[in-house]
């Protein structure tokens, strides 16, 4: 009997060599208490938390924790149920109308993750004989959504307005074409130029895709996201977004002012062949949802923020992912995996939680502490943060 797991090995062997450096594991941490929504203990120490999603600061807003709690109260633990049976209550239509009222589209459809609505609607509405043009360095759902239909695959350079161009007139005329985009890239932290993008993919005939899970709540005067940002909310086809990031809980969706849209109720496969989300997390989606929509000092807060960790970092001597702050995603480029664990242990001890990041995940094989900071970050929590990486980068050698 061949063993099924012998294909890990490689990764079985790398990571035991590096724990076997008295390394911590970096990715079995645990917050055994979680004090706000940037501050938690972890290994009975009190940690600043500059590695979650929580972009907008919503976990522990009184309303969305009341909303859920009441929910909760009135509507039970679960639905048992997929969202074409029995599994949508009116928590599930309320959270859609505050979709639709964000965007200001004519639909919205509700998932039960992120993962599943790009896995559901890139493989449904891409199929035999249509083609997907996107950009290399896609989100692993996009990926596995593009595995599951039957479209022809076609990436191109990270973005590549041009490639994109190109690949864009290599397809046979009449065929249905696809482009899929992210309004911010989550590894490195940078924008699209959608603008452009979208420009191209009109003139050549594709619908467009755009994941604005990065982007939502922050970017955009009303935290529509880049498409916002760049004026062209209204020419993007079809928009996926998640709960789990600005929104502060979990879940995932689409809006689209496609005529046909409903039909996916019906057709899409992660929508119809699962159970529905809790009436709890999609009554604390709703209300976190209508709050973000009046958000602008927290918006601007984040700025501000963001800017103030990217130039003190960059002051420190640390390479970054971009040159100027373009999201709530700062990245630090490490020269290596093991120099990477190293500096997030000793951030770690310092009192600071980032995220590891390594390929697969990151592009160009690279090691990466990402930072992703949160509207609730204060500025000296961002002072207190910029002293934890100097003195993490000297001990560990990333910076003299
Ligand atoms: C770009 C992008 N799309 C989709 C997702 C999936 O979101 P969810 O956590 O809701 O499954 C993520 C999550 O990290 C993401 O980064």
């Given at each position: 009997m061949s063993d099924l797991f012998s294909k890990f090995d490689p990764l079985i062997e790398t990571r035991e060599q590096l724990l076997a450096t008295g390394l911590t594991d970096p990715f079995g941490l645990v917050m055994e208490e979680v004090i706000s929504p940037t501050v938690a203990i972890c290994n009975g120490k009190r940690t600043i938390l500059l590695g979650t999603y929580n972009y907008m600061g919503m976990t522990f807003d009184p309303d969305v924790v009341a909303a859920g709690k009441k929910a909760l109260d009135e509507f039970g633990s679960g639905t048992t149920g997929s969202r074409v049976l029995n599994g949508t209550y009116s928590g599930h239509k309320a959270c859609e109308e505050a979709l639709k009222d964000f965007y200001g589209t004519d639909h919205a459809m509700v998932f039960s993750t992120g993962y599943q609505a790009n896995l559901g609607v890139i493989s449904t509405i891409a199929g035999k004989d249509d083609y997907i043009i996107l950009d290399i360095d896609s989100h692993a759902s996009i990926y596995d959504g593009c595995k599951m239909g039957d479209a022809q695959i076609v990436p191109f350079r990270h973005n590549d307005i041009e490639a994109l161009e190109k690949r864009l007139k290599r397809i046979p005329e009449g065929a249905g074409k696809l482009v899929v985009l992210e309004g911010?890239?989550?590894?490195?932290g940078d924008v699209a130029p959608l603008k452009e993008m979208v420009a191209v993919s009109k003139a050549n005939g594709a619908m467009v895709l755009v994941d604005e899970a990065h982007s939502m709540g922050f970017i955009g005067e009303n935290g529509r996201g880049v498409a916002e940002a760049q004026g062209i909310l209204d020419q993007v086809d079809f928009i996926i977004g998640t709960?789990?990031?600005?929104?502060?809980t979990v879940g995932g969706f689409c809006v689209s002012n496609h005529p046909k849209f409903e039909i996916l109720r019906l057709v899409c496969r992660p929508y119809v062949f699962t159970a529905s989300l809790p009436p709890s997390v999609v009554a604390t989606a709703a209300t976190s949802i209508r709050k973000l929509m009046n958000s602008a000092d927290k918006r601007a807060h984040l700025w501000e923020n963001s800017k103030r960790l990217h130039a003190g970092l960059r002051q420190l001597g640390f390479q970054l992912g971009t040159d100027e702050p373009q999201s709530a995603i700062i990245a630090v480029i490490m020269p290596d995996l093991e120099k990477g664990a190293a500096m997030w242990e000793a951030l770690l001890n310092e009192g600071l939680y980032v995220n590891l990041a390594r390929p697969p995940a990151t592009p160009a094989g690279m090691t990466l502490l990402r930072c992703s900071l949160c509207a609730l970050h204060t500025e000296d929590q961002v002072g207190e943060i910029l002293e934890m990486f100097a003195a993490a980068g000297r001990a560990t050698g990333c910076i003299s």
């Open positions: 911010v890239y989550s590894m490195l709960f789990s990031k600005s929104v502060g």
